[in-house]
């Protein structure tokens, strides 16, 4: 009984602390232990709160990546193959390509007669490959480059002083500034540089001149070319992208680097271009009750494209009819490795050979984009054994010598490379 009592007594008292009633108290210990005790257990639970977080984020970071490569991996898989076009979609697409290229060359036409007729110009420069414009800002406002500059060779790296060159070339053929009669025309398709040649022509136009830069290659026809530019996303822009080039080979066209990348631009056909500026130059300059229009002078730095365009120039007889002056830099070391210099340089000996042949061995050739423009070009010839690239350019500048009235000049002025000069806004118009 007695045992039964001490049970009885004992479940009462549970009861009791169940109940909230307080149960009895152990020894107090110091104030400074138990907050101490407190203060580690609650560190404790956060250290292992935090590192379970971090645990779970951690894994919710992978599935939501693992899951988005499964994903693109799926769509790459299901994907459906292009499908085969029908002849009337064919014949459609190459509708929509005819009238988009004729929108074009009508556009080109009505914007080179609008800049000579607003600015009643007498005379052009024709700047292939633009860059950064430097070179028609000398045109028009030579005084911000009269200081020499040193200038780092490419080949041997050796630094030396250097005058602009151009300078005393554009005093000797347009005169002293302002030079508001003549109308530079300048091919840049690389778009890093299109935001910069948009402040230049601004700028240039706010002074008074005629200006116009098309965002396009220099090329033999009109349509679209595969062109390489600085990837400005992933590298910085050395020397003004002067890597910057027209693609042909399909492995170029095809490799992609960190630096680099592959672009569609649009491409002009020179030959055209070209007669267009000389016309509007003719007209003009009968408006104004001249017997012939002014000089015309052209630029040409397209890193091997001139194997390419000065042939078809020639060929077309646009090169030897409109320019003047001709100053080149010539790209042989990629002889080798570029497609067109090499069937250029394969060519131009029997391109040359084939102009020499009799009239009626030649075949009239129609400008594109021009029904009235026909000039006389030769028959396709047999090509001989591949000269050298020396060989070719040096064949090429003597036909030009004794055949043309065109003046080939050997001047490569790089000098400004960056430009460096001010763009103040004009408080007044020069012409």
């Known amino acids: 009984m007695a045992s039964d009592s001490s049970n009885k007594s004992h479940n009462e008292q549970n009861l009791h602390y169940g109940g909230f009633v307080n149960p009895p108290r152990s020894p107090p210990a110091s104030t400074s ?20 977080w971090r645990v779970i984020v951690f ?10 490569f499964v994903s693109s991996a799926q769509r790459k898989a299901q994907k ?14 190459t509708e929509s390509l005819i009238d988009a290229m004729e929108h074009s060359i009508a556009t080109d036409k009505a914007t080179i007669e609008r800049i000579i007729d607003e600015h009643d110009c007498t005379s052009a420069y024709l700047d292939v490959g633009t860059n950064i414009a430097v070179q028609i800002r000398k045109l028009y406002e030579p005084h911000l480059y009269t200081k020499p500059e040193y200038w780092g ?33 300048g091919f840049e398709p690389n778009p890093n540089h299109h935001e910069r040649l948009g402040r230049v022509q ?15 290659a220099a090329a033999e026809t009109d349509g679209v070319v595969h062109f390489r530019v600085t990837n400005k996303k992933q590298t910085k822009m050395e020397n003004e992208d002067w890597g910057a080039k027209r693609l042909d080979k399909i492995e170029d066209i095809e490799y992609s680097s960190h630096d680099y990348k592959t672009i569609a631009a649009r491409s002009v056909d ?17 408006a104004l009750g001249m017997e012939k229009h002014g000089p015309i002078t052209m630029k040409l730095d397209i890193e091997s494209g001139e194997f390419g365009v000065l042939p078809h120039l020639l060929r077309t007889g646009v090169l030897c009819r409109v320019v003047d002056e001709a100053y080149i830099e010539w790209h042989e070391w990629f002889f080798t490795n570029d497609p067109i210099a090499h069937y250029s340089t394969v060519s131009i000996k029997a391109m040359i050979k084939g102009m020499t ?18 000039v006389v070009a030769p028959a396709p010839p047999s090509f001989p054994e591949a000269p050298a690239a020396d060989d070719a350019m040096q064949t090429f500048q003597e036909y030009v010598a004794n055949n043309c009235k065109t003046k080939m000049l050997d001047d490569d002025d790089e000098t400004y490379l960056h430009d460096g000069q001010p763009m103040d806004t004009p408080t007044h118009s020069m012409c």
């Open 202 to 216: 601004a700028h240039l136009r706010a002074l008074g001149y005629g200006v116009k830069v098309f965002h396009a």
């Open 357 to 374: 042949m009799t009239e009626n061995k030649q075949q009239s050739y129609r400008a594109p984009g021009d029904a009235n423009a026909i």
């Open 270 to 286: 020179v030959s055209r271009i070209f007669s267009t500026i000389d016309d509007a130059l003719t007209k003009k300059a009968k």
């Open 59 to 68: 894994i919710m970071v992978g599935i939501i990546v693992a899951l988005f």
């Open 33 to 52: 232990n138990r907050a101490g005790g407190n203060n580690n257990s609650s560190s404790s639970r956060r250290s292992r709160s935090e590192r379970l």
């Open 153 to 185: 060779n490419r080949i041997n790296n050796v630094t030396q002083l250097r005058n602009a060159t151009m300078l005393p070339r554009f005093e000797s053929t347009y005169g002293p500034t302002p030079r508001c009669r003549v109308c530079a025309f």
């Open 80 to 93: 459906p193959p292009p499908a085969i076009i029908t002849d009337v979609e064919e014949d459609q697409a």
